[in-house]
T-cell receptor
Framework: SQQGEEDPQALSIQEGENATMNCSYK?????LQWYRQNSGRGLVHLIL?????REKHSGRLRVTLDTSKKSSSLLITASRAADTASYFC???????????FGQGTRLTINP | DAGVIQSPRHEVTEMGQEVTLRCKPI?????LFWYRQTMMRGLELLIY????????DSGMPEDRFSAKMPNASFSTLKIQPSEPRDSAVYFC????????????????FGDGTRLSIL
């Protein structure tokens, strides 16, 4: 079963706007990761946030984690056409050496 | 640095045929994962190896699927006999894990094999 569930399933915005995607999960975790997938390509790791962290930044990316609500958000600021892709959150089942991926959010940036 | 290399990139074959997918992980990586991605089920973990040893194959759909890792630089996923419902994109991913440290490092994915079973 899916551990992470992304919301929305699809998002279309204008270039330059900010994009926010959310992820909810069900069980306790050690860390949560976000990945990007361009059409026809493999997943690329974006950022990892550990369960004892609340916020993390990487360039134009900002990730938050609320373990009490079992949710995370990914914010992409000043979006560019090249950000068009699917974005996935992935979590571990605490103690398990594997990631469980959500269904993803399809982000389209319109020029 | 070379990334994870998968071959073939595309495979079209008829139902009942044997299919072999190949993966070369990043040099120095010691954990390898096989995933399957479909529209209906998303990205599913099939099996993963640590130091060439299969650790968890609970995601392998049935006995028609088998995976091997004969050495640190090569893994195969075999489907025999193949069925139309096996059509999907199959990804291989790898990471470097040092025993005694946090396992959950970023995974590095190949670009996948798009498999179509007619």
């Amino acid at each position: 079963s899916q551990q992470g569930e992304e919301d929305p399933q699809a998002l279309s915005i204008q270039e330059g706007e900010n994009a926010t995607m959310n992820c909810s999960y069900k069980t306790s975790i050690n860390n949560l990761q976000w990945y990007r997938q361009n059409s026809g390509r493999g997943l690329v790791h974006l950022i990892l946030i550990r369960s004892n962290e609340r916020e993390k930044h990487s360039g134009r990316l900002r990730v938050t984690l609320d373990t009490s609500k079992k949710s995370s958000s990914l914010l992409i600021t000043a979006s560019r056409a090249a950000d068009t892709a699917s974005y996935f959150c992935a979590t571990d089942d605490q103690g398990a050496q594997k990631l469980v991926f959500g269904q993803g959010t399809r982000l389209t940036i319109n020029p | 640095d070379a990334g994870v290399i998968q071959s073939p990139r595309h495979e079209v074959t008829e139902m009942g045929q044997e299919v072999t997918l190949r993966c070369k992980p990043i040099s120095g990586h010691n954990s390898l994962f096989w995933y399957r991605q479909t529209m209906m089920r998303g990205l599913e973990l099939l099996i993963y190896f640590n130091n060439n040893v299969p650790i968890d194959d609970s995601g392998m759909p049935e006995d028609r699927f088998s995976a091997k890792m004969p050495n640190a630089s090569f893994s195969t996923l075999k489907i025999q006999p193949s069925e139309p419902r096996d059509s999907a994109v199959y990804f291989c991913a790898s990471l470097r894990w040092v025993v005694g440290t946090d396992f959950w490092q970023p995974q590095h994915f190949g670009d996948g094999t798009r498999l179509s079973i007619l």
